[in-house]
């Protein structure tokens, strides 16, 4: 059996130790494979094969609103070097609901979480994409029919965003690329198990793109020439601040990411491209970040 791969027609349900965790709008991977390990065998001129350790592949989750708090939590603990091992079941039902198959997984961690490009000229809605990736996963054929949502997802997009940090001027900031926070993991290669559990190890965080209108960019341009041209970069100079999310009418805050010691090393001048706004593009490195979300289920 392949990947599953986004889908429109199915529906797919998430669920955390045994609690129903909420709908997922994708799903991809989660496929259980095996090495091939080639053995030479006397003079003979090719070699002996048989399978070798079984793999689990990582899923990647599509996520919208409407989750759990204890997914955000999950998602948020392996950000700050918590990481916990969660069991669980992608779901998998057809559009009337029928469950048509569970993967069942054991042990997992969540292994990276990728937030959209944030931009203010948008009109799509928002999404998380979480990887998670399990030590074992069991799959058996569905029964029964998933509950429907019992109330309505509260709306996330693209373009309802804030940025704020330290004593800059963003209020023209109109864009934020897309950025992957990732715990790396490896496996710990013990014993006689043909299976390898899975074990923490870094937490690697992004550097940020951030595009603002020329007009709003006089902090900005301050801030790199005593940051990056006279070089007063010390920890000192860096600065703190976070990425709000905000509800439609850009009052309701839904969630943050905080940036913690920011600092600023390229500060460029994009060619308009027939933008009739002059536009600058801010990178910055960030030592670390943390989820803060709204438990949106309530």
Known sequence: ???????????????????????????????????????????????KKHIGNVKYEEFTLGMELGM??????????????????????IVEADANLEVKM???????????????????????????????????????????????AAAKQKQWLVANFRLELGDLDAKTVSKIDAFTVKQTVAADGLGARRDHRREPGTIEFPNLRVTLAES???????????????GNNGDDREKNGSIVFLDPSLKQELGRV??????????????PAGDRVARVTAELYVESMELNWKSFSK
């Not at 905080?258 to 994009?270: Q, W, Y």
């Open 102 to 148: 569970r993967r069942e997984f054991r042990d997992a961690l969540v292994t990276e979480t990728t937030v959209p490009a944030l931009d203010a000229s948008a009109k799509s809605p928002a999404e998380l994409t979480v990887r998670v990736a399990p030590d074992s996963i069991t799959r058996t054929k569905g029964s029964g029919k998933l509950a429907r």
């Open 258 to 271: 905080d940036l913690k010691n920011v600092g600023i090393f390229a500060l460029r001048r994009p060619s």
């Open 216 to 230: 709003g960019a006089q902090t900005w341009n301050d801030w790199f020439d005593d940051f990056v041209v006279k």
């Open 1 to 47: 059996m392949g990947s599953i791969p986004r889908s429109v027609g199915g529906r797919f349900a998430l669920e955390l130790d045994g609690a129903a965790a909420g709908f997922v709008k994708s799903v991809e991977g989660g496929d259980i494979s095996a090495d091939v390990v080639a053995e030479p065998v006397g003079q003979q001129p090719f070699a």
């Open 68 to 89: 759990s708090a204890d997914v955000y939590e999950w998602i948020a603990g392996s950000w700050a070097g918590t990481s916990t091992r969660r069991n669980g079941a």
